[in-house]
């Protein structure tokens, strides 16, 4: 076996493996495309059209982010509880579905910076004028799923909870009257509100703490993730992510 130096060992080791670093980035380029692993049926964000077509925030935004790359999109679809696990066996470079960024995601995982934020938003209609912040809630009823965080932000205000299913039920139990206000989703509102302009419901306040949502992929691919946030940036400057933002959601979600 031929000797090799210590000295040579410590400069080569850290040189094979900036060159592995690069690796996703440079196959994307060689390819000429990037693959997204995303749900297809997450509306506004990725979800198939009546044509059939893919469309949604998160797909038109892939899309943008590739083409600032140089690279052309392709989205491989897959169910959310085997989503993210498909990064592990290479079914695509990254994912992009409102993947929240978390600590026990970034123990394994990168993120691009944040794209998208989400606030606990108070809810009440339009006609209101008691409930201005969350204290107001107190001896109130609040429309909310019981398990959902949203929820227990209504409750550790003082509110009484009227279980729901889920989203529209709360909105349908306000706009009738049958409760006081639901906490919920402001990106969940945004995307009522732009379907249905004249629902007679109004944000009036939104919590201090958000979600951030990034685009996922593999560790250990700091060029990849230089490229992502730099697309990302220039879509801000030039306009196009608030372009793309206004046709979802009617507002800039980014902030």
Do not use: C
């Not at 398990?147 to 306000?174: H, M, R, W, Y």
């Amino acid at each position: 076996m031929k000797f090799v130096p210590t000295l040579l060992l410590a400069v080569s080791l850290p040189l094979a493996a900036s060159a592995a670093l690069a690796d996703d980035l440079a196959q994307i380029k060689s390819a000429g495309v990037i693959k997204f692993g995303t749900e297809g049926t997450y509306a506004p964000f990725t979800f198939h059209d009546a044509s059939g077509q893919l469309v949604g925030f998160d797909v038109e935004l892939g899309q943008a982010l590739a083409k600032r790359i140089g690279v052309k999109a392709e989205f491989v679809e897959g169910k959310w509880d085997g989503l993210i696990a498909g990064l592990d066996v290479k079914r695509y470079d990254a994912v992009i579905n409102e993947v929240g960024i978390t600590d026990a995601r970034k123990a394994k995982y990168d993120f691009s910076n944040p794209y998208i934020v989400s606030k606990a938003a108070l809810i009440v209609r339009t006609d209101n004028r008691s409930i201005k912040s969350f204290a107001d809630l107190k001896g109130k009823k609040s429309a909310n799923t019981l398990t959902s965080n949203f929820g227990k932000i209504a409750q550790a205000n003082g509110a009484e909870i009227v279980p729901v299913q889920g989203f529209n039920d709360a909105i349908e139990l306000l706009a009738s009257g049958r409760v006081d206000a639901t906490v919920n989703d402001s990106l969940s509102f945004l995307d009522f509100k732009k379907h249905q302009p004249k629902a007679p419901v109004k944000i009036v306040a939104t919590d201090a703490n958000a979600d951030s949502s990034g685009v996922l992929f593999r560790k250990g691919n700091p060029e990849l993730k230089a490229a992502l946030d730099r697309a990302l940036a220039q879509l801000k400057a030039d306009g196009t992510y608030q372009k793309i933002s206004r046709k979802y959601f009617g507002a800039d979600v980014s902030k």
